[in-house]
């Protein structure tokens, strides 16, 4: 069902709340504000009752799909399910309602919850330090890119071009450029992995690293990433480690161990905050003892009992974030991490691939695989076959939004043609991926016998085939009745109401 703006559930005079009646002389309000600052005409507000706001607000918040209503598989992005527990750790009153400049001596227990999850963030990555500051992955590889631009500083080295695998997401060229440096795209071979010949032509003196995502964005582990290691290093240049899948990983390998000398962590990915819509994140930096000395600073640091921030570190890049960084999405993460232990943590990468590859084994009959046998914790098909017969793989997406579940990521990583990129996660059922599984099979008979509809989908949905370029660019959410299954992009274009002008 579509929901009106609440500007248009507003009537004269209707109100949600009631006040008790004044204590106090009443004052006229130009004697108490003024003249300057007063309104000439009251605000537009909606008028409407307590249960018009709680019904608008509900009706909303199920138009929109979401992680608690059914599966989420978007592949590079983790939506796994979070626990609910996390939310009452991070609303905690203590927590909540912290102010960012309350001195060290009184923010002891926060000052040791960051502390106390960076300690467990290295152990988990076997890296030596760390900084929670960055606000996302992406803010996070730019971090550690500012490190290795201090580091090749600081010993004189001019160093300018970064790495990047074909099949990276497309953050590592971006955080590339806007951290100094230019990039040179590394090719990846048949196996999906970094074509190592194609590597070594690119070694040359002036390589400061090469940012690699493992296992990659086809999910795939890069095996020769001994050899990567000693190629990089042998040549003078930094390992910088996309931790983005680091979902796959927990209990099973460590970076640090395969000599990754900085990683970014997306705590909103692996370790439990909800994300999507551009909510909150945080995307920690750790380093190996080569880089340690070029952290962002304060580094939060336990000298006997008492929690402190050092600020006394001369090669520090300085500060990236205000504050602390997400301090809420930290909570999440060191509530999550305490609540699974080792041993939980190494389940969930394991389910995680254990469901991934349940998914592909189901899937395979019907769609390519381009590359790789057995992925880790995702799996990228292709919808090349579907393409011969006039679907394309945005088709199937949109057509998948009709079966109650949110499609995949789509036309990622580039290097798979019609690419279906699918993350099912450990916190899915088998009857979930099976019904998952169901959906897609579905898709591609329906191509046989009923094409049209899968190239109309959706049909179900409060708006149908957006024009998604304008959508992004105008947005409009208001609901004009008739046009709201019509064509592309009619509920986006449509005119704002005239009893609601924003200042
Ligand atoms: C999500 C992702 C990023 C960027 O992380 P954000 O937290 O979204 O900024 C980088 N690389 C890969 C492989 C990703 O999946």
């Given at each position: 069902m579509l929901?009106?703006l609440?500007?248009?559930?507003s009537r ?6 009631t006040l008790?009646?004044?204590?106090v002389?009443?004052?006229p ?9 007063l309104?000439?005409?009251g605000?537009?507000l909606p008028?409407?009752?307590e249960?018009?706001?709680?019904r608008?607000f509900?009706?909303l918040?199920?138009?929109?799909y ?6 989420y598989?978007?592949?590079?992005c ?6 609910k527990?996390?939310?009452v750790a ?7 309602h912290l102010?960012?400049l309350t001195?060290e001596s009184?923010v002891q ?11 467990m963030?290295?152990e988990?990555n076997?890296m030596?330090?760390i900084?929670?500051?960055p606000a996302?992955?992406a803010?996070g590889?730019l971090?550690g890119?500012m490190m290795?631009?201090k ?6 080295e ?5 790495l990047?695998?074909?099949?990276a997401h497309?953050?590592n060229?971006?955080?590339s450029?806007?951290?100094g440096?230019t990039?040179a795209?590394?090719k990846?071979n048949a196996?999906?992995?970094i ?6 032509a690119?070694l ?10 493992n ?8 095996r ?5 290691e ?5 040549n003078?240049?930094l390992?910088?480690m996309?931790?983005a ?6 209990g099973?390998?460590r970076p640090?161990?395969?000599g ?11 370790f439990?905050t909800?994300h999507?819509?551009g909510?909150?994140?945080?995307g920690?930096?750790?380093?190996n003892?080569?880089l340690?000395?070029f952290?962002?600073r ?8 008492r929690y402190?921030?050092n ?6 890049i300085g500060k990236?974030?205000?504050?602390f ?7 999440r993460a060191?509530?999550y991490?305490?609540?699974?232990g080792?041993k939980?943590?190494?389940a969930v990468s394991r389910?995680a691939?254990?469901n991934a590859?349940?998914l592909l084994s189901?899937?395979?009959g019907a ?5 790789g ?5 995702e799996f990228?098909?292709?919808?090349s076959?579907?393409k011969e017969?006039g679907?394309?793989a945005?088709?199937?997406?949109k057509?998948?939004?009709d079966y109650?579940v949110?499609a995949p990521t789509?036309?990622f990583p ?5 690419a279906?990129?699918i ?9 979930s991926?099976?019904?998952f599984?169901?959906a897609l099979l579905?898709?591609d008979?329906?191509i046989?016998?009923?094409k049209?509809?899968?190239l109309n989908a959706p049909?179900t949905?409060?708006v149908?085939r957006l024009d998604?370029?304008?959508a992004a660019?105008?947005?409009n959410?208001?609901?004009?009745p008739?046009?709201?299954?019509g064509d592309?992009?009619?509920?986006c274009?449509a005119?704002r109401?005239?009893s609601?002008?924003?200042?």
């Amino acid at each position: 069902m579509l929901e009106p703006l609440i500007y248009e559930r507003s009537r004269h005079g209707r109100r949600g709340a009631t006040l008790p009646a004044l204590d106090v002389p009443e004052q006229p309000v130009d004697s108490l504000i003024p003249r300057g600052a007063l309104r000439t005409e009251g605000p537009r507000l909606p008028e409407v009752s307590e249960n018009e706001v709680v019904r608008h607000f509900i009706n909303l918040s199920s138009l929109n799909y979401h992680l608690d209503r059914g599966i989420y598989p978007l592949g590079s992005c983790t939506m796994k399910y979070n626990p609910k527990m996390n939310e009452v750790a991070a609303a905690m009153p203590g927590f909540q309602h912290l102010h960012p400049l309350t001195p060290e001596s009184h923010v002891q227990g926060a000052l040791r919850l960051m502390y106390e999850l960076g300690e467990m963030l290295k152990e988990i990555n076997g890296m030596a330090g760390i900084s929670l500051q960055p606000a996302a992955g992406a803010h996070g590889e730019l971090t550690g890119l500012m490190m290795i631009r201090k580091y090749f500083e600081s010993r004189g080295e001019q160093r300018h071009v970064i790495l990047v695998p074909d099949s990276a997401h497309g953050t590592n060229p971006a955080s590339s450029v806007i951290g100094g440096f230019t990039t040179a795209s590394v090719k990846s071979n048949a196996e999906g992995t970094i074509d190592l010949d194609d590597l070594k032509a690119h070694l040359a003196s002036d390589v400061a690293a090469i940012m690699l995502t493992n296992p990659n964005t086809l999910g795939i582990f890069e095996r020769d990433i001994v050899e990567i290691e000693k190629l990089l290093h042998g040549n003078g240049s930094l390992m910088y480690m996309d931790g983005a899948n680091l979902n796959a990983l927990l209990g099973i390998t460590r970076p640090g161990d395969h000599g990754f000398d900085v990683m970014h962590i997306n705590l909103h990915k692996t370790f439990s905050t909800p994300h999507g819509g551009g909510g909150p994140g945080a995307g920690p930096v750790a380093v190996n003892s080569r880089l340690e000395p070029f952290l962002p600073r304060p580094v939060i640091e336990k000298h006997g009992d008492r929690y402190v921030m050092n600020w006394n570190r001369p090669l520090s890049i300085g500060k990236v974030q205000t504050f602390f960084g997400n301090f809420g999405v930290i909570v999440r993460a060191y509530a999550y991490i305490r609540a699974n232990g080792a041993k939980g943590l190494s389940a969930v990468s394991r389910g995680a691939i254990l469901n991934a590859n349940y998914l592909l084994s189901r899937l395979r009959g019907a769609f390519e695989l381009p590359y790789g046998t057995q992925p880790l914790h995702e799996f990228v098909l292709s919808a090349s076959r579907q393409k011969e017969k006039g679907v394309r793989a945005l088709d199937i997406a949109k057509r998948l939004l009709d079966y109650g579940v949110h499609a995949p990521t789509a036309y990622f990583p580039l290097i798979v043609h019609e690419a279906l990129m699918i993350e099912p996660t450990e916190t899915e059922t088998k009857e979930s991926l099976d019904y998952f599984a169901h959906a897609l099979l579905e898709i591609d008979k329906e191509i046989e016998t009923n094409k049209e509809t899968v190239l109309n989908a959706p049909h179900t949905t409060p708006v149908r085939r957006l024009d998604e370029v304008r959508a992004a660019k105008q947005l409009n959410v208001k609901y004009v009745p008739g046009e709201s299954s019509g064509d592309s992009g009619s509920v986006c274009s449509a005119g704002r109401p005239d009893s609601f002008s924003p200042r």
